[in-house]
């Protein structure tokens, strides 16, 4: 393992798992000092009764000052100004947030109004503007995909004037993160993929980028070790309590290794095919993260061959000769989104023009890779990727896993 | 790898580790809202000009810093009074420890009192009383220490206080300050790391984060040892030892206590051994003897001990004893780099034989897992005169 030559690693997070995780939360928050959270989700994770599973196992424990499940897909200023209204008429000491990445944006930055008794968002966006500890934060992750749990990020959109707020600060790392299996059991089979693809893909670039460091590489090979052997069981079955449990640690570990060593190319191409053709972020990390992979193979491809082992396990990685072992790692990955497109029937998208929208129309026609190459020019992803791209590689890379067809390496033009 | 029902992980402690990372201090602490830190050191303890590297650090500042650089070694509740006057008087707001063993103990005591304004942390001795994070709190580590600097517990006399909100906010690596000091000191902290990291891996209650950090642990450990003790005291490798000592000390304040810190301690303690290097002899022994009579599943160790390539052509019934031979081989390294002065056996450490019931009695006391007196003795007898734990079976 190398000594890089400068590293930081926080994880500040407390992590409690378990099948019956929920219920240690009126615990954690007396811990904290705290006995009136604000419960915030949105409405899926309240239709598909998990919210009541948390209610269930917070009553007569805790004083629950009010619930909120109207959160929109996409995190708004306005919401988050209701919520720390809310928040502040019902007298909360804390929040409890249920659900997926924009939940958990949301929450934070209802946290960061309430804790600075603030009523403008604005004044705290970028980096180091929040000094002080916030007030108690419990999140519950309602899929295993996103590490939201564990990071220090939160995103707040001002739809009225299109624009983008983003928080930086460890003081918006989470107090608890409470993996339950009880709260991804009844995941989709197609979600399930997309999220544990989007982990995947989290572990994968902390380990094979360029700001990689001991502690984000031990979480790393942890978690694909822990996605790769439970994903395709939980696929086959879904009730399956402990291998749900498995990939949620996963996530977790993989949100702890990326947010403290950044990601790449499939992130930064990720990112531009959801905001340019709205494709969900799982499913663009699954198609993209063997093209990332195949496109930095000159550069770290050493790190690639690493991840043979907790990818297919010893047999594989003892039998595959050293020079094979990168490649081997990309046809694993592409092997496992087959895989995944099949037990999915059909759902999990393998390359871009399989990716539909509800209705079954295509989400990314071929005349809007363009768009996609153009994007991804303004994403900050791809400073920490080990070569560097342009328009004309994203466009190669595009146009490859549009068809899904491997990369020509021959054409990558190394820096 | 296994996920057990249920487990909890806590880590409050931020790592900076590399070149010029002290530089960064200043901004670290401004960020946390602190003016006016307080350094703690030990002048005698520490390389000529450390203390003076930091206090450069903060040159462009404009913070006050504070500096006490005589803490006795064998601190007490006057000492720490002392300094929390000092604390109180001067307005300070953090306090940054620099170096390992006792002078961080001090420095947690301290900052539990100053941060809960309390004289007396009697009432602190039950795990759980401390509530809420303390006052900003970082360690500089040096090449010396005991692994549990980063942890969560602090001793003092004959006290022990534990709270993961004891560990420190922040642990700056910092490469000037891991240069110099004697290589048995070093060799110390190394094996302290190692033994303690090995102990969470052996814990039953299995804990995935604990693990990880204890892996990158035992991997640095096992893959630098040589080349920060050797000739060539080459400065990545020490500062992958320290690294290694931070992680150790963060996996084992998540899980309880298994054998290699139970015997390690209580030997230590009774011969003044340094605990580090009674964990790091006693290792092998333990592995060996668990392994063998208790079906502890070690199998996993040899991938940190040992490396991929290794691991994954070691057939899996062979790597238990793959990974405790590979810690042989560290031991025995250490010894002939050190010439002699890191022992490998009891008897090398100059533990008289009768007293072996002694530490078996106290550890049994104390509560070893899974093993009684009798076992503890025979397991410590293995130790003693370094006869492999395995070969008595076949013998029998």
Redesign the interface.
């Known amino acids: ?1 190398d ?10 997070v ?8 929920l219920e ?1 939360i009126p615990a954690t928050l007396a ?3 705290a006995g009136t959270p604000l419960i915030i989700t949105d409405r899926g994770v309240s239709e598909a009764g998990l919210l009541r599973i948390v209610t269930n196992a917070l009553m007569g424990h805790v004083t629950i000052g009010e619930v909120a499940d109207d959160v929109p897909q996409d995190s708004d200023v306005r919401i988050v100004n209701r919520l720390a209204d809310i928040y502040r008429q019902k007298n909360c000491d804390a929040i409890i947030a249920i659900g997926g990445g924009s939940v958990m944006d949301t929450a934070k930055g209802v946290n960061i109004l309430v804790s600075e008794d603030a009523g403008d968002l604005m004044q705290f966006s970028g980096a ?1 503007a929040l ?3 916030l007030n108690p934060l419990v999140v519950v992750p309602t899929t295993a995909g996103t590490g939201s749990e564990v990071t220090l990020v939160a995103v707040i959109k001002n739809h009225e004037k299109h624009l983008k707020m983003t928080f930086v600060s ?1 003081v918006l790392l989470p107090d608890a993160a409470i993996l339950d299996s009880r709260m991804t059991l009844t995941l989709p089979p197609v979600m399930t993929a997309a999220t544990a693809m989007d982990a995947l893909a989290h572990a994968v670039e902390a380990y094979t980028g360029l700001a990689k ?3 984000s ?3 790393a ?2 978690a694909i ?2 996605i790769s ?1 439970h994903l395709s069981q939980v696929m086959k079955n879904p009730g399956d309590k ?1 291998g749900r ?2 990939l949620a ?1 996963g996530a977790t ?1 993989a949100g702890m290794a990326f947010s403290n060593s950044m990601v790449g190319i499939v992130h930064t191409l990720g990112h531009a095919a959801g905001s340019a053709c709205g494709v969900p972020h799982g499913t663009a990390m699954a198609i993209l993260m063997p093209y990332g992979l195949e496109y930095n193979m000159h550069k770290n491809g050493h790190h690639t061959a ?1 991840l043979l ?1 907790p990818l297919a396990g ?2 594989v ?2 039998r595959t000769p050293v020079h094979l072992r990168p490649e081997r790692v990309i046809a694993y990955i592409r092997g496992m989104n087959r895989e995944l497109h099949e037990l999915s029937g059909g759902g999990h998208a393998r390359c871009f023009k399989e990716v539909v929208s509800r209705d079954g129309k295509s989400l990314v026609p071929h005349d809007m890779l363009a768009d996609i190459a153009a994007a991804a020019l303004q994403d900050g992803a791809i400073f920490w990727n080990p070569e560097e791209a342009d328009y004309d590689d994203f466009m190669m890379i595009l146009e490859a896993a549009w068809e899904g067809i491997p990369l020509d390496r021959t054409r990558i033009r190394k820096g | ?1 296994h ?19 002290l530089e960064q201090l200043p901004s670290e602490l401004g ?3 602190v003016e006016r830190p307080l350094i703690l050191g030990r002048r005698d303890a520490l390389r000529r000009g450390a203390l003076g590297t930091i206090i450069t650090a903060f040159k462009e500042s404009g913070m006050a810093v504070g500096l006490l650089d005589a803490v006795p070694a064998d601190f007490d509740v006057t000492v720490v009074r002392q300094l929390a006057n000092v604390y109180r008087s001067k307005r300070h707001d953090a306090v940054i420890t620099v170096g390992g063993g006792s002078i961080i103990d001090a420095a947690k005591v301290l900052n539990l009192c100053v941060s809960e304004d309390v004289e007396d942390v009697m009432p602190y001795t039950r795990e759980g009383v401390l ?3 303390l006052k900003p709190f970082v360690f500089v580590p040096t090449m010396t220490g005991t692994g549990y600097e980063t942890s969560k517990y602090a001793w003092m006399k004959n006290l022990t206080l534990s709270s993961h909100f004891l560990m420190p906010d922040l642990v700056v690596i910092d490469p000037r300050m891991v240069r110099g000091g004697a290589t048995v000191e070093g060799a110390a902290l190394a094996m302290a790391a190692l033994g303690g990291a090995a102990d969470v891996c052996m814990c039953r209650v299995k804990n ?2 604990a ?3 204890a ?2 642990a035992i ?2 450990v096992s ?2 040892m040589a080349g920060a003790m050797g000739r060539a005291r080459d400065t ?2 020490r ?2 030892i320290v ?1 290694a000592a931070v ?1 150790a000390g963060c996996a084992l304040s998540n899980v309880p206590p298994g054998p290699v810190r139970r015997l390690g301690t209580i030997a230590g303690d009774m011969f003044r051994i340094p605990d580090g290097i009674c964990m790091g002899l006693l290792l092998p022994y333990i592995l060996d003897y668990y392994t063998v009579h208790h079906g502890y599943f070690m199998a996993d160790l040899l991938l940190p001990l040992a490396g ?1 390539e290794e ?3 070691t057939a ?1 019934g062979l790597r238990a004893q793959r990974a405790i031979n590979r810690v042989y081989r560290i031991q025995h390294e250490l010894f002939h780099i050190t010439g002699g002065a890191i022992p490998r056996t009891l008897k090398e450490a100059q533990v008289p034989r009768y007293m072996l019931q002694d530490i078996a009695e106290r550890a049994v006391m104390q509560g070893v897992p899974d093993i009684g007196y009798d076992e503890c003795l025979t397991l410590l007898t293995h130790a003693w005169d370094s006869s492999p734990v395995a070969f008595d079976e076949k013998r029998g």
């Open positions: 393992m000594m890089p030559g400068y590293y930081e690693f926080c994880s500040r407390r992590i409690i798992s378990g099948h019956s995780a240690r811990d904290l000092g180091g000094t002080k500890p460890y460091n001991p502690l590489d031990s979480c090979l942890a070790r822990l052997h402990d449990l498995a640690n570990m690493e082992l010893d047999d990685y003892a | 790898m996920v057990p029902e249920s487990y909890q992980f806590f880590c409050p402690v931020k790592v900076n580790s590399g070149s010029k990372a960020a946390l809202g509530k809420t994070r995935p984060l693990d990880t950090y892996y990158a991997q640095y893959e630098n990545m490798s500062m992958a690294n992680m991929f691991y994954a052509c899996h």
